[in-house]
T-cell receptor, first 114, second 116 residues
Framework: DQQVKQNSPSLSVQEGRISILNCDYTNSMFDYFLWYKKYPAEGPTFLISISSIKDKNEDGRFTVFLNKSAKHLSLHIVPSQPGDSAVYFCAASADGGSNYKLTFGKGTLLTVNP | DVKVTQSSRYLVKRTGEKVFLECVQDMDHENMFWYRQDPGLGLRLIYFSYDVKMKEKGDIPEGYSVSREKKERFSLILESASTNQTSMYLC???????????????FGDGTRLSIL
C-alpha cells in the first residue's frame, strides 16, 4: 500500500516558467512533509519542509503548499532553472515529535529546458 | 557541512556471499538509516537506528541485518546475497529533534550494488 504517491513520473518545463510537482498521501497520521532533490550519482538533498499546522512554506524560489483536507501537497519552483533538473522526492512522517521514519514517494523527474 | 560517507560507490558480489556496506557520518547524529532505491519504487527504508546498538526494522528488512557499534558508523549486512538485492543503497543520518523537518536526513552518495 503506497502511502505517499507522486503520480507524475516526469515533468518538463521551460526555463523561467513555474514548475509544479505534486504529491498525495493516504495516511492521515502524517504531520510533517519534506521535499528532497536528487541528482544522478548523488544522494538526495533536503530542499524544504512543511508542518501540518501550516499550509504554506517558502524558501527563495521554492514554495510548498499543503492541503490537509485533500491530503495533497505541491512544490512550486519559480522561476525554474536548468540546474533544477533532477528527481524530486516527496516524503512524509507521522508523529511530529521525535519520530524519524520517513515514507518516500517514487519521485518525479523534472527537466528544465533552456 | 554534514558528511555522510559510504565506503564504496560501486560493488559487485556473487549470490550467496555475505556483503557488508559501511556508512560513516561526522556530525554526531543520533539517527542513522539504510534505504534502497529502485527504479519506479522510490526510496524504501530497510533499517534504522536511533542509538548505539539500537535498531528497528523499516519497511523491507527481509534478507538484511544491521550493526551499530559506534555512534558514527552504521553497517548494512546482506547475510546471503541474492540477485533481487541488486540496487542502489543509500545511507542517511539525522539529529534527534523535535520534528523531522527541523532535523532533515542527510544522505550519502550511495553504493550501487550488483549481485551476479
Amino acid at each position: 500500500d503506497q502511502q505517499v504517491k507522486q503520480n507524475s513520473p516526469s515533468l518538463s518545463v521551460q526555463e523561467g516558467r513555474i514548475s509544479i510537482l505534486n504529491c498525495d498521501y493516504t495516511n492521515s497520521m502524517f504531520d510533517y512533509f519534506l521535499w528532497y532533490k536528487k541528482y544522478p550519482a548523488e544522494g538526495p538533498t533536503f530542499l524544504i519542509s512543511i508542518s501540518s499546522i501550516k499550509d504554506k512554506n517558502e524558501d527563495g524560489r521554492f514554495t510548498v503548499f499543503l492541503n490537509k483536507s485533500a491530503k495533497h501537497l505541491s512544490l512550486h519552483i519559480v522561476p525554474s532553472q536548468p540546474g533544477d533538473s533532477a528527481v524530486y522526492f516527496c516524503a512524509a512522517s507521522a508523529d511530529g515529535g521525535s519520530n524519524y521514519k520517513l515514507t518516500f514517494g517514487k519521485g518525479t523527474l523534472l527537466t528544465v529546458n533552456p | 557541512d554534514v558528511k555522510v560517507t559510504q565506503s564504496s560507490r560501486y560493488l559487485v558480489k556473487r549470490t550467496g556471499e555475505k556483503v557488508f556496506l559501511e556508512c560513516v557520518q561526522d556530525m554526531d547524529h543520533e539517527n542513522m538509516f539504510w534505504y534502497r532505491q529502485d527504479p519506479g519504487l522510490g526510496l524504501r527504508l530497510i533499517y534504522f537506528s536511533y542509538d548505539v546498538k539500537m535498531k528497528e526494522k523499516g519497511d523491507i528488512p527481509e534478507g538484511y541485518s544491521v550493526s551499530r557499534e559506534k555512534k558514527e558508523r552504521f553497517s548494512l549486512i546482506l547475510e546471503s546475497a541474492s540477485t533481487n538485492q541488486t540496487s542502489m543503497y543509500l545511507c542517511a543520518s539525522s539529529r534527534l529533534g523535535q520534528a523531522p523537518g527541523n532535523q532533515p536526513q542527510h544522505f550519502g552518495d550511495g553504493t550501487r550494488l550488483s549481485i551476479l
